[in-house]
Every structure is written in structure tokens, then in C-alpha cells.
């Protein structure tokens, strides 16, 4: 049975919408820089759906939690990861065994399997973003492997890293909006952190290896 | 009080190591380790007494924290001296090793200290900054490939389980309105209510996401590197203390999916990953080059044990493997300790190069050989024990074919571990390498860790046995 969707609901399904096909332009992006643009316009979004969530079940904390995470995630990591690319070779190559149009079926499989995965559980969802939320969360969360997999460079790990916890952050402030403000704040700042660690990494293996290549992780096995 | 002293110490100390210089700072993580010991074990016993408001289970899951951590923390008072780091160690990464090592022991003190299950994803994601930071520590190509490994792979892995946290709450809303607290006694209180796909999804996710952490297989392959590339105190706390944390949330998980959807779907996806992770870690430990990547796939070999009798159901096998944690992370930070010694003395890891540890290391080689032939189930160390119980408890129920298969996987891992052993620690020395040792903090730590692997096959205290029970019930058995 169809449901008559309200106008802040049709304007959250968009921004769902829009979330992903963000998401899903990673898998075209070669340039390290494109990837970070894709993950800071990603989290301005989700800030957005955070706002939204905050004013219409007028949980006051959400509206903070949404400007917290436009100006860390929507500003602060973004230049942060820019600053990090500098000095570093620009383009982020695919496995040769995977094009372009092979990774977007293999991430629209991915999402076809949130889908069926969503519509098994009848869920209470939310008023805000009904019935769409989890399969958006989920669809978020299992193409950031997917963009994790395919590109063996540690800034794309990063960036699919931060779009996956993108994917998590807007499944919690839709299907549990009622999570406690302080572990909102928790999620934020462990990810920060997280970051920052990264960044460690990123940079010790610039200076070992004199590249972010991935490929150059091959000497423990077995 | 209790345990907020058992986080403020390990807080405290690793606060004062970024300042103290480490000679002073080693003495009191030496200190921090046995005191925290001391009040884990103090608030063991009045669990087992239904007092302290802890329940059993988080009480039970501190122990392998007490057990790893105050040794770890005496043993680090020899670690950060000449032998393990150069005469001449550069003494930032001595202080940011000490600072690091005690944050790292907080933090794996606080997840069985939570029942809040958002703040149990949070803090199992804090152990897993700083274990990446540890491991990364000794700045060679390997450990930052395993620490790069083991923060992407733990991290994504623990991204799984948040979303079982959200879909647990969002089965919650429900019964308990929209804005609650995620606290694992208000879901059992409520079981019956929740929606059983939801319930199960939740725990999927959670066996995937957590069980990364635990080192579960086919989520395992970051286990391995971060273990054998870190620094030797990292390793055996990663091993010890930190696959037991995840168990722990795992088994929060499974306590709320037992109560509302019976154990089925918990002992079918238990028996999964613990066969799997079996099969793995004992055919693995047969080609193993390296001493600490050895000891690694026993451990996911342990987790796959343990895995296995939380699957049988029987409260026998569930028994077994809540003891079977204990005993290896008592085992496991043995065999860490001393492989960390040995490998130091012929500097080099490589199995091949390592024979007559035992005439080397007189006693770091002989409590080597020990823990090793307790990670093998030889009796009549406490493995064999609880071994034994996950056993008999399988062999009691309908699986008991698997309970046979689980034996035969146990005999291919003993043989690999046996035959390790017998040829690090046996034979003949190389001429080259400096024979004794004197070293009294870390033959005090792993004289401390080989009582408890020795005394727990011998007898199990009355209090523990009260946890076992306690905590096992709080799991539910089959149903």
C-alpha cells in the first residue's frame, strides 16, 4: 500500500537520494581532491538530514549535533584531508581487473541487497524518512567498502572510510534519533580521532614509500 | 568505587608517562598493572557473591584485563630497558609506549565495565585508535602495514556493528518509546516485544562487526599482522585482554537474541564462524615462519574454540567457554611474554633461526615451552580443562558430530603448536647468543601468568566457579 508522503518527508527522501548517487560517483572520481569534494558535499548533506530530523521531532540536540557536523565534517576534515593530498600524487587509479561500469554494478547490486535486506523488517521507523532510511544507511555503509576495496590508495581508503561512517551517521539520526545526545557527540569525536590516526599512517607511509599506494602492503602474509 | 578506580588508574598512569621520564614511569605502570589486578580480582569476588552491582559477565570479563594487564604491566619494567629496544632506546618512544600501553589497558578496562550498548561500539572503537597507534609504534615497514591493516579492517568491521546497535534500538522504539537509552537490561527486560527479524539482523551484524575485532573467521585477516608486528606487551594484551572485549559485546548481543528469538540462530552462526575460525588457525599454525604470527593463528584457533562451545548450547560447553577465555588470555600473555624475550635474546623472529630457547632463557624458554603446551591442551594446564568441558558438553548434546570434528581440528592445531615448540625451545643453541638472564620484573610477570595457567587446571576457585554459573545463565542456554 502506497503511503501519502508529507513535504519535509519527499524533501528527506531526496536528500537519501542524493546521498547516494554522491556516494556513487566515487566510483568515476581518479582524483584525490573530487573525492574529498564528494565526501564534504556528503556530510553538508547528512548535517542537513540531522537539522531536519531535529526541527520536525523537535529534539533540540539533534540541531546542534547538525551544525557540529557541518562545521568538523563539512569544513574542518575536508581541508584537513586537502592539506594531507598536497605533495602527493593527484590521481587514484582502479585495479586494472575493474572498470568503471563493472564497480557501479557491483555497487548497484549493493544496493538492491539493502533494499530486500530493509523491506524484511518491519521496522517503527521514524516520521522524518519513512521506510527509506535503513536501506539508504545500508546502501551507504556497503558501497564505502566497496569504494575501500577497489582503491588501493590510502587517501580513497580514508575518504570511503568517512562516506561509510557517513552511512552510519545518517542511519542513526534517522532510525534512532532518540540515541542519546552524548554518544552522537562520542560517534563525532571518535571519528575525528580516527582520522587523525590516519593521517599518522598516511604520512609515515608517504615518507616510507614516497607514494599513498596501498599496493606497497604486501610483505605480510600467510 | 571499584571500577571507577580501575579506570582511573590505568588513566592516571598513562597521563603521568607523557610527562615522568620513563624510568619512573615503567616503575608505575608496574604499579598500575598489579593494583588494577588486585581490585579486578576484589571486584570478582563480590560478583561471585551477587555483590558490587556488577553482574557476573562483566565481572567475568574483567578478569582476563587483571590477568594480562598486571603482567604485562611488570613485565613492561624490563620491555622498556637495554634488551628489548637498543641500550641506547630512544626515550620518546619509551614514554609514548608506556602512555599508550596503560590508555590502551583503560580503555579494554571500561568495554566489560559498560552494558550500554552504543557506549560498549564506542569504547571497543577507542581500543582500536590506540591499538593501531601501539602497533605502528616500532616505525618499521611491517608495522605500519599491519597497523594500517588492523585500523581499516577493525574499523569498517566495528562500522557493521554500529549499525546492530541502530537496528537494535530501532526494534526498541517500539516497546520503549522513541528517545531511550540503549541499556542491555532494559532490551532483556523486554525481549518478548522485540521484532524477531530485527533481533536477528541486530545480531548478525554484530557477529560480523565484533566479531572482526575477536578475530573470528573469514574477518580475521588483520589478526595475524598487528599481532605479530607489534610491540611484544601489545601483542599479548591485543591477544589476551582485547578478543575477549569483543567476545563480550558478542555475547551481550546474543544474550538479548537467546531471550527474544530462542538460541537457534545464535548457535548455528556460532557454530559458522567458530568452525571456520578453527579450520583456519590450526591449519595455519602448521606453515607459521614466525614465532608471534604463531602464537596469533593459535589465538583465532582459541576464539573458534570458544565460538564452538557457546554454539553447543549445553551449559556444560557454555561453562567451558567462558573458562576457556580466562584460561587463554593467561596462556596467550604467557606465550607472548616469553616468545618477546626469546626473540629479543636471538634477535629475530623467524622460527627457523630459533632452537634451544630453554638453554638460552633457562626459565623465560621453559615457561615458554609451558604456555605452549597449554595452547596445545596438554594437561595439566587449565586449557585442557576447559577444553575438556566444551568437549564433554558437545559430546553430551545432538551436534556431537561436530563436537567430533571440533576434536579433530584441536589434534591438527597440537600438532602444529607441539612441534614449534619443541624445536624453539629444544636442541642445540647457537654459539652466538648470550646465555641467563636476570631480568626480575619479567621473569616476576611471567612467573605470576604461569601460576594462573598451571592453577586453573589444577582447581577452580569456588567465587569462579559462581561467575561460570552466573554468567552462563545470563547467556541462556539451548532453547
Known amino acids: ?89 593527484a590521481r ?70 568517512l562516506t561509510l561512517e557517513n552511512g552510519l551517521f545518517f ?42 599506494s596501498v599496493t606497497v602492503f604486501e610483505s605480510l602474509r600467510g | 568505587m571499584l571500577p571507577a578506580v580501575v579506570i582511573a588508574i590505568p588513566f592516571a598512569t598513562a597521563l603521568s608517562s607523557l610527562v615522568l621520564p620513563s624510568r619512573v614511569s615503567r616503575v608505575l605502570t608496574g604499579i598500575a598493572g598489579a593494583a588494577t589486578a588486585a581490585c579486578i580480582a576484589s571486584i570478582a569476588l563480590a560478583a561471585a557473591n551477587g555483590r558490587g552491582g556488577l553482574d557476573a559477565l562483566s565481572a567475568l570479563f574483567l578478569l582476563p584485563v587483571g590477568i594480562v594487564y598486571g603482567a604485562v604491566g611488570i613485565y613492561s619494567t624490563w620491555y622498556v630497558r637495554a634488551e628489548s629496544i637498543g641500550a641506547d632506546g630512544d626515550e620518546r618512544y619509551r614514554r609514548e609506549f608506556l602512555a599508550l600501553t596503560n590508555a590502551f589497558a583503560c580503555a579494554e578496562v571500561v568495554v566489560p565495565l559498560l552494558t550500554n550498548m552504543a557506549g560498549l561500539w564506542v569504547a571497543l572503537e577507542v581500543t582500536t585508535i590506540l591499538a593501531a597507534l601501539l602497533v605502528r609504534l616500532q616505525g618499521t615497514s611491517a608495522s605500519l602495514e599491519a597497523a594500517w591493516k588492523y585500523i581499516l579492517i577493525a574499523s569498517c568491521g566495528l562500522a557493521i556493528g554500529l549499525v546492530g546497535v541502530v537496528v537494535l534500538y530501532a526494534a526498541g522504539v517500539g516497546p520503549l518509546g522513541s528517545r531511550y537509552s540503549p541499556e542491555w537490561g532494559q532490551y532483556i527486560a523486554i525481549a518478548g516485544r522485540l521484532d524477531p527479524n530485527a533481533v536477528r539482523l541486530a545480531f548478525l551484524l554484530a557477529l560480523i562487526g565484533f566479531g572482526t575485532k575477536m578475530g573470528l573467521a573469514p574477518m580475521h585477516t588483520w589478526l595475524p599482522d598487528a599481532h605479530g608486528a607489534g610491540p611484544t606487551p601489545t601483542s599479548a594484551m591485543l591477544s589476551g585482554i582485547l578478543l575477549s572485549d569483543a567476545l563480550y559485546v558478542i555475547v551481550r548481543f546474543a544474550a538479548i537474541t537467546n531471550d527474544a528469538v530462542g538460541s537457534g540462530m545464535t548457535r548455528k552462526l556460532f557454530f559458522i564462524v567458530g568452525l571456520l575460525s578453527l579450520f583456519v588457525g590450526a591449519f595455519f599454525l602448521l606453515q607459521q615462519r614466525d614465532i608471534k604470527r604463531m602464537l596469533a593463528y593459535s589465538s583465532i584457533e582459541h576464539m573458534g574454540i570458544v565460538a564452538c562451545g557457546l554454539a553447543f548450547g549445553a551449559p556444560l560447553a557454555i561453562l567451558g567457554a567462558f573458562l576457556h577465555m580466562v584460561n587463554h588470555a593467561a596462556a596467550k600473555g604467557l606465550a607472548f611474554l616469553s616468545a618477546g624475550r626469546i626473540a629479543a635474546r636471538y634477535e629475530t623472529r623467524e622460527i627457523d633461526k630459533i632452537s634451544g630457547a630453554v638453554a638460552v632463557l633457562p626459565i623465560s624458554g621453559t615457561l615458554f615451552a609451558f604456555a605452549g603446551l597449554a595452547l596445545a591442551g596438554m594437561p595439566p594446564f587449565g586449557v585442557f580443562r576447559s577444553e575438556l568441558m566444551i568437549l564433554a558438553g558437545g559430546f553430551s548434546t545432538d551436534d556431537w558430530p561436530i563436537a567430533a570434528l571440533v576434536l579433530g581440528l584441536l589434534l591438527v592445531a597440537f600438532a602444529g603448536i607441539v612441534r614449534w615448540v619443541m624445536k624453539l625451545t629444544g636442541g642445540d643453541a647457537p654459539k652466538f647468543v648470550r646465555r641467563g638472564e636476570r631480568d626480575i620484573g619479567a621473569i616476576g610477570s611471567m612467573l605470576l601468568i604461569s601460576l594462573v595457567v598451571l592453577g586453573l587446571g589444577l582447581y577452580v576457585p569456588v567465587p569462579l566457579e559462581h561467575l561460570l554459573a552466573r554468567a552462563a545463565f545470563i547467556l541462556g542456554g539451548r532453547g
Open chain 1, 171 to 212: 542511519g542513526t539520526i534517522t532510525l534512532a534519533p532518540g540515541l542519546p545526545f552524548v554518544i552522537g557527540i562520542l560517534l563525532l569525536i571518535d571519528v575525528l580521532v580516527a582520522v587523525v590516526v590516519f593521517a599518522v599512517l598516511v604520512r609515515a607511509l608517504i615518507e616510507q614509500h614516497a607514494a599513498a
Open chain 1, 92 to 161: 587514484i587509479e582502479l585495479p586494472a581487473r575493474i572498470n568503471v561500469l563493472l564497480s557501479l554494478v557491483l555497487a548497484g547490486a549493493l544496493i538492491g541487497l539493502s533494499i530486500l535486506t530493509s523491506i524484511q523488517l518491519p521496522l517503527h521507523y521514524g516520521a522524518f524518512l519513512p521506510r527509506a532510511d535503513l536501506a539508504a544507511a545500508l546502501a551507504m555503509v556497503f558501497t564505502g567498502f566497496l569504494v575501500a576495496i577497489l582503491r588501493p590508495n590510502a587517501l580513497a581508503q580514508v575518504v570511503a572510510f
Open chain 1, 1 to 89: 500500500m502506497l503511503h501519502q508522503l508529507t513535504v519535509p518527508q519527499a524533501l528527506a527522501g531526496t536528500i537519501a537520494m542524493l546521498l547516494l548517487i554522491v556516494q556513487l560517483t566515487l566510483f568515476r572520481s581518479v582524483v584525490v581532491a573530487e573525492f574529498i569534494r564528494v565526501y564534504a558535499l556528503q556530510s553538508w548533506l547528512v548535517a542537513a538530514i540531522c537539522f531536519g530530523v531535529g526541527v520536525t521531532e523537535r529534539a533540540w540536540d539533534l540541531v546542534v549535533l547538525a551544525f557540529v557536523t557541518l562545521l568538523f565534517k563539512g569544513i574542518l576534515l575536508p581541508r584537513y584531508m586537502q592539506s594531507l593530498a598536497r605533495g602527493i600524487s
